[in-house]
């Protein structure tokens, strides 16, 4: 996760110290996300189930820190007259870090499969889903540096990435539907695997939101429903 620089959004200007505080706010929230996912790949890798356990236990700093920042948000509209530039920052910030905290829901669920899946034999190599999570972690690390070192152009290369993730998912789910329909006695750990997947995906689809929210605080542009011009 890249470190916070000099040359972050909105730094001067009146009101700037409450901008300063949501924006770090932000940046702390990105940083407990990013590293709740990874722990939840290391616990599905490791089969390690006191990883898994403190990912949920982590999980309640990040909806604290999403509530943080909708109430400064909220405080910093009704007391002063922010600027159009400053109204895009904070109607950013409050997406993304709705979007940070369920990225950290979907850590939870997958620290939480993880733990059945290390009770149980291996069913295959892990292979495409920690493919998978080094996209999905790029996604959310390079996204948050688009945020900080204002780079829309990056933006829109995140959101790119996010079709890389869902091809491995749907070639993922057709080889653990053959896995069940030859064994049944695979279907338990197959299912498993396919929510993992799952969970990843929409990391990945959090991820391509919160680059489309970069990309609209820098060219206020809302590319959203145009995805198809930027890919």
Do not use: W
């Amino acid at each position: 996760m890249a470190a916070p620089g000099s040359n972050l959004p909105y730094s001067n200007g009146p009101a700037s110290e409450q901008i300063a505080n949501i924006r770090e706010t932000l940046l702390m929230m990105a940083s407990l996300a990013d590293r709740n996912l990874s722990l939840a790949l290391r616990a599905l890798v490791e089969r390690d189930e006191k990883i898994a356990d403190a990912v949920e236990a982590e999980d309640s700093q990040l909806d604290e820190l999403e509530v943080t920042i909708d109430e400064l948000v909220i405080n910093h509209m009704a007391t002063h007259a922010p600027v159009a530039t400053d109204c895009r920052f904070m109607l950013v910030a409050s997406k993304v870090s709705s979007n940070l905290e369920r990225i950290g829901d979907q850590a939870v669920a997958i620290a939480r499969r993880s733990r059945h899946l290390s009770r149980e034999p291996l069913l295959k190599p892990l292979i495409d889903i920690p493919r998978m999570a080094q996209i999905s972690e790029g996604m959310l690390r390079d996204g948050i540096t688009a945020f900080i070192d204002r780079k829309p152009e990056l933006a829109q290369e995140i959101i790119r990435r996010d079709k890389e993730v869902d091809a491995i998912n749907k070639q993922l789910a057709r080889e653990l539907t053959s896995f069940m329909l030859e064994d049944p006695a695979t279907i338990t750990r197959a299912l498993n695997l396919m929510i993992v997947a799952r969970c990843l995906e929409r990391v990945a689809d959090h991820c391509k939101n919160i680059a489309e929210e970069v990309y609209y605080l820098y060219q206020a542009v809302d590319i959203r429903h145009e995805r198809s011009e930027i890919r």
